[in-house]
T-cell receptor
Framework: GQQLNQSPQSMFIQEGEDVSMNCTSS?????WLWYKQDPGEGPVLLIALYKAGELTSNGRLTAQFGITRKDSFLNISASIPSDVGIYFCAGHSRDFGNEKLTFGTGTRLTIIP | EPEVTQTPSHQVTQMGQEVILRCVPISNHLYFYWYRQILGQKVEFLVS????????KSEIFDDQFSVERPDGSNFTLKIRSTKLEDSAMYFC????????????FGQGTRLTVV
């Protein structure tokens, strides 16, 4: 089946630092989505990417849809305490005739005081 | 802002009992989903539902699971005979039709099977 691997698995940074995480797949996706999950909560959509090569920003967040359609990255600039959480990439592919999001393994972000 | 709502937020049930998890998707959305997340693990797809029928289901979604849209607003997940390994967070999600595949998630129901 389709698998999405995220790296790094976890990050420990200081407030104010920039963060970069990525997601790679064995399969092509038509859409890449990035979600953030706080403990005990549902995933919250951060950014959606629809075209290969697309670079999209949402405030301090920037994400790109890789040219090969098999990868994506998410950058967070000038991290703040509320950025703490787990970040998931998710891919959607219509090529297989399916209707689901496949989630990545997650990157846990921790801010060290 | 419209949101997906799920009830209950937490359900404790005995092994072998039936549970029904309820969801109210965003009102003009047409695709509905259930996902599961075992503690500390990634979000796993269970089933998608469109036009009053299942679009796709995963290997996890076996005969003990079923989904229903009993009226114009609710979307339910029934687990017929719960097992200990069904303990997880269950998330409902919905999206609009067409090319926008952004799915919006509810807050989840924490199911604990004892």
């Amino acid at each position: 089946g389709q698998q999405l691997n995220q790296s790094p698995q976890s990050m420990f940074i200081q407030e104010g630092e920039d963060v970069s995480m990525n997601c790679t797949s064995s399969s092509i996706f038509n859409t890449w989505l990035w979600y953030k999950q706080d403990p005990g909560e549902g995933p919250v959509l951060l950014i959606a990417l629809y075209k290969a090569g697309e670079l999209t920003s949402n405030g301090r967040l920037t994400a790109q849809f890789g040219i090969t359609r098999k990868d994506s990255f998410l950058n967070i600039s000038a991290s703040i305490p509320s950025d703490v959480g787990i970040y998931f990439c998710a891919g959607h592919s219509r090529d297989f005739g399916n209707e689901k999001l496949t989630f990545g393994t997650g990157t846990r972000l921790t801010i060290i005081p | 802002e419209p949101e997906v709502t799920q009830t209950p937020s937490h359900q404790v049930t005995q092994m072998g009992q039936e549970v029904i998890l309820r969801c109210v998707p965003i009102s003009n959305h047409l695709y509905f989903y259930w996902y599961r997340q075992i503690l500390g693990q990634k979000v796993e797809f269970l089933v998608s539902f469109y036009n009053n029928e299942i679009s796709e289901k995963s290997e996890i979604f076996d005969d003990q699971f079923s989904v229903e849209r009993p009226d114009g607003s609710n979307f339910t997940l029934k687990i017929r005979s719960t097992k200990l390994e069904d303990s997880a967070m269950y998330f409902c999600a919905s999206r609009d039709s067409g090319d926008r595949t952004e799915a919006f998630f509810g807050q989840g129901t924490r199911l604990t099977v004892v």
